[in-house]
């Protein structure tokens, strides 16, 4: 089984700011086959990145997705007051697993 | 629109079972493979059970493996999670996904259904 290392746990920044969200994968994901969803509390979580660097539809270009092997990086450019969040890498090469996610806090 | 709605939760004995079920409409349901995601009340989302568009092949995470069971009827769109000898780790909210494969793009879920499984 793939098991994924988010970091970090929490991040705290402000709207404006750059957020930088890392994925680390125990083995290689094939092909890339790695997902970024953001979940709000009550709410199902949403895709936002395939393929690690596609963008899924709908979802602004201020996200962004980067990486291949075994790490893998989420970018949000400008952070927006809705994009305060939890956010959870997905690996769907192999099986399917979750990473622990990162909880994105405004500062 | 996309809808996949879960039902069938609630709170059960220890050791006890339960069946959820999930009714799909808006998308070509015996087209794609279906998951069990769940996540326990403050925790990440852990994927539980996975079932090939014509129920050909099933796949279980090894902590529900033996114990939880999912299929399908495609003439009524509807995923089933058959869960037996439940224990107090399975308490979760239950997630009906269509996820995110190879080669196909798309990705819904529903709304959840809260599994509570205590004395």
């Known amino acids: 089984e793939i098991v994924l290392t988010q970091s970090p746990g929490t991040l705290s920044l402000s709207p404006g700011e750059r957020a930088t969200l890392s994925c680390r994968a125990s083995?290689?994901?094939?092909?890339?086959?790695l997902a970024w969803y953001q979940q709000k509390p009550g709410q199902a979580p949403r895709l936002l990145i395939y393929?690690?660097?596609s963008r899924a539809t709908g979802i602004p270009d201020r996200f962004s997705g980067s990486g291949s092997g075994t790490d893998f990086t989420l970018t949000i450019s400008r952070l927006e007051p809705e994009d305060f969040a939890v956010y959870y890498c997905?690996?769907?090469?192999?099986?399917?697993?979750f990473g622990q996610g990162t909880r994105l806090e405004i500062k | 629109q996309v809808q996949l709605v879960e039902s069938g939760g609630g709170v059960v004995q220890p050791g006890g079972s339960l069946r959820l079920s999930c009714a799909a409409s808006?998308?070509?349901?015996?087209?794609?493979?279906m998951h069990w995601v769940r996540q326990a009340p403050g925790k990440g989302l852990e994927w539980v059970a996975f079932?090939?568009?014509?129920?050909?092949?099933?796949y279980y995470a090894d902590s529900v493996k033996g114990r939880f069971t999912i299929s399908r009827d495609n003439s009524k769109n509807t995923l089933y999670l058959q869960m037996n000898s439940l224990r107090a780790e399975d308490t979760a909210v239950y997630y009906c996904?269509?996820?995110?494969?190879?080669?196909?793009?798309?990705?819904?879920w529903g709304q959840g259904t809260l599994v509570t499984v205590s004395s």
């Open positions: 996904a269509k996820l995110i494969a190879v080669a196909q793009t798309v990705d819904y």
């Open positions: 808006g998308f070509t349901f015996s087209s794609y493979g």
């Open positions: 079932i090939r568009y014509d129920g050909s092949n099933k």
């Open positions: 083995q290689s994901v094939s092909s890339s086959y």
């Open positions: 393929g690690a660097s």
């Open positions: 997905q690996q769907y090469g192999s099986s399917r697993t």
